[in-house]
């Protein structure tokens, strides 16, 4: 049946597939391994060759004799020289130890039953010299798209009026680890295909430049909907170490600007069935700080945090980062020392539109936030009383920049009720529809 349905595909994949999608892995590999006799396991109509064109003897097997006619096809279309066999991937027809390399992409998830999985890798580790190393490609079950599917999927083909459907079976990282080293191989380096990415990638563009993030691994809570699909196998969360990592690998790129104030729900771990637990906090602390990475968001940066903490504290001066977002231009100022260690920040953005409700070119402030010691009206505190003078410094900045470099001539600031009185009093606006407004 499945060996029918390749058949019937291998046209249409000839043209649709005409690239390896593992361009760059295979061509670091064909550097890596320079020469010798290189097998290549379902290997289809056979781009996969072509990183290994030059100085490399090869052999492609494939159980569909439609892909191996368009393989053909390929390797005088690339004027490369190929050994082509049919054959099933659980009984490979080449004696003990034939190969140097192999390379087999994208074929052992159509494997149907767990058995034959392995029997298949022991077949490969038979062929392999003593010493030969082997790159296998497989789908990966945590990508975004197979989060709600089952362990085994029919991924459909359209050929004309025709649906075909393809069995696969879903991977995940560790159950591919097992059963490879099972076969007998040691796992050299286990990794995501080079084009796939995460969500995160988001921050490149610029209508997702976000001031906060909040994280909340999915947990799976008692009575929901979820819990269901927990229940009968439709979802299944990440495990801890997957799920440590993806939040380290956010954190890690999160921009200076953003300020990511939590990462899990409070919810009592009693009415948790699935997913993540407790507080993971701590574990994130600690194994950033072991691979040396850091998180330079807002909150990981506060002053308040950081002298709770122990940090040495040093003198604030300005860092001025401009980034274009949802079609304006946002200047983030901020105070900061040696370190990092973050004073006070303004965020004030520059928009073509005028600001809603306010006649006239203005440039806008959005936020202005000294962290420091608690500020108190009563109390007369001469390092709260240095940090109020710190709003100053970066409010004077910023109205400098709107009317020096922008030509505007007229601030507007975002303000709680309780902030009004300061803008007021110490720098002349006045109150106009929800915001404070001054001329420059
Ligand atoms: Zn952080």
Redesign the pocket.
């Known amino acids: 049946m499945t060996r029918d349905i390749f058949n019937q595909i291998a046209p249409g994949w000839y043209n649709f597939r005409h690239w390896s999608r593992f361009r760059s892995e295979l061509e670091a590999l064909a550097h890596r391994w320079q020469k010798g006799r290189l097998l290549n396991i379902g290997c289809a109509h056979g781009p996969d060759f072509l990183p290994f064109k030059q100085g490399f003897e090869l052999y492609g097997m494939d159980f569909s004799i439609e892909m191996l006619r368009f393989a053909r096809k390929y390797s005088q279309k690339f004027n490369f020289s190929v050994n082509l066999t049919m054959a099933d991937v659980t009984c490979l027809p080449y004696p003990d130890e034939t190969f140097d390399w192999a390379i087999s992409v994208a074929t052992y998830h159509h494997i149907e039953d767990r058995e034959g999985r392995e029997v298949a890798l022991n077949e490969l580790r038979r062929v392999l010299k003593p010493g030969g190393e082997a790159f296998i490609t497989v789908w990966n079950r945590w990508q975004p798209r197979f989060w709600f599917k089952p362990r085994e999927v029919a991924i459909p083909w359209q050929k004309k009026d025709k649906t075909l459907c393809r069995y696969y079976y879903l991977f995940s990282y560790p159950e591919l680890e097992r059963l490879v080293k099972k076969a007998g191989f040691e796992v050299l380096k286990s990794f995501p295909e080079s084009s796939y990415h995460f969500p995160i990638k988001l921050f490149n563009d610029t209508s997702f430049k976000p001031d906060g993030l909040k994280l909340y691994p999915t947990m799976v809570v008692e009575g929901t909907e979820l819990e269901k699909w927990y229940r009968d196998g439709r979802y299944q969360p990440y495990d801890f170490d997957t799920m440590i990592n993806l939040l380290i690998d956010i954190?890690s790129i999160?921009p200076k600007y953003v300020r990511?104030s939590r990462v899990l729900r409070d919810i009592p771990p009693r009415f948790i069935v699935g997913g993540l637990k407790d507080s993971v906090r701590d574990v994130i602390k600690q194994r950033m700080k072991q691979q040396a990475v850091e998180?330079k968001?807002i909150?990981?940066r506060e002053y308040g945090h950081r002298s709770q903490n122990g940090w040495e504290i040093g003198k604030p001066k300005m860092v001025r980062m401009d980034y274009e977002a949802s079609g304006g231009k946002e200047i983030f100022l901020s105070l900061e020392d040696e370190n990092e260690t973050l004073f006070g920040l303004l965020r004030m953005r520059i928009q073509s539109k005028p600001v809603a409700g306010i006649k006239g070119d203005s440039a806008l402030i959005r936020e202005l936030h000294i962290y420091g010691p608690e500020v108190s009206l009563s109390q007369r505190n001469p390092a709260a009383a240095q940090h109020k003078g710190l709003g100053k410094v970066l409010l004077r900045e910023a109205e400098r920049i709107a009317s020096d470099e922008f030509q505007l001539h007229q601030m507007v600031i975002l303000s709680g009720i309780g902030a009004k009185e300061y803008y007021r009093s110490e720098f002349g606006y006045s109150s106009q529809e929800h915001y404070m407004v001054k001329n420059l």
């Open positions: 954190k999160v990511i998180c968001c909150r990981c």
